[in-house]
């Protein structure tokens, strides 16, 4: 059988700024930087899915490139994953009445386990990546880009469920002083270069409000270096990547 070709489209998906939502009721710090997370996975498996259907499939320097940022978009929402297990969700239980604590804790239980499931997938990502970067043949990269559309359209439903069902939860019942408590509990697997594209990523197409308040959360040291080298080094990766410099 032979394999389909995958044709480059004719469009891309370029992120530009959002526009403040900072007006929405209730839209404290861990909604807002629940949402800037979701929005840039969202956006990366969508971009990566796009430009790796243009990649040459026998290109393996642009094979390696497109997959190792594929691992580390996966990399950051499990780990995102995990810190809502082991920090997040129990930090709001402690503030759930008595009377509600069920009913929420059935919310929760579900998001798990379809969370599970989506770990699973980004897992599963890593190997079809690596089948990629090794074989460099056109089924390897066409498995590659199935993987990712896969995945794509199933990160947009599960974190637009859960910004349904448990973002009101958490704006409803947990304080300010809770989220800071978890936000600092936080600690990253990621290399700090990594750390700096990360940040870029997310700070690209967020309103004027939240990328203060991302940049705000960061330690001075850390901002420092955003300034002197990260902000520069995120462009260059972008413009690599993509072959177009970052939004914003």
């Known amino acids: 059988m032979t394999a389909a070709v995958l044709t ?3 469009t ?3 992120p530009t700024p959002r526009v403040s939502t900072e007006t929405l009721p209730r839209r ?3 909604i807002a930087y629940e949402e800037t997370l979701h929005r840039m996975v969202r956006r990366e498996f969508r971009l990566l899915a796009e430009l790796a259907s243009w990649a040459a499939a026998y290109d393996a320097a642009r094979a390696t490139e497109l997959t190792r940022h594929a691992d580390l978009i ?3 929402l499990l780990q995102h994953h995990a810190t809502e297990r082991t920090l997040l969700w129990p930090a709001l239980f402690r503030h759930v009445p008595a009377g509600e604590q ?3 804790r059935e919310v929760v239980a579900e998001w798990t386990s379809r969370a599970a499931l989506l770990d699973h997938s980004l897992r599963d990502l890593s190997t079809v990546a690596r089948q990629w970067a090794v074989a460099t043949t056109l089924p390897a990269r066409n498995a590659f880009v199935r993987a990712l559309a896969r995945l794509a359209d199933t990160v947009e439903t599960h974190t637009a469920d859960e910004e349904a069902d448990l973002h009101p939860l958490l704006a409803r019942y947990l304080p300010d002083d809770e989220w800071t408590a978890v936000s600092r509990a936080c600690r990253s697997a990621l290399s700090g270069r990594e750390q700096m594209l990360v940040l870029g990523l997310a ?3 967020a309103c004027a409000i939240d990328r203060a308040r991302l940049l705000a959360g960061l330690s001075p040291a850390v901002r420092t270096a955003w300034r002197v080298a990260g902000r520069r080094n995120f462009r260059a ?10 939004a914003a």
């Not at 972008?238 to 410099?245: E, F, H, K, S, T």
């Open 74 to 76: 996966a990399r950051v």
């Open 12 to 14: 891309t998906i370029v």
């Open 28 to 30: 404290t710090a861990a």
């Open 8 to 10: 480059r489209p004719t």
């Open 102 to 104: 069920d009913a929420v």
């Open 237 to 246: 990766a972008v413009v690599r990547l993509r072959g177009a410099p970052p």
């Open 203 to 205: 700070l690209e197409d």
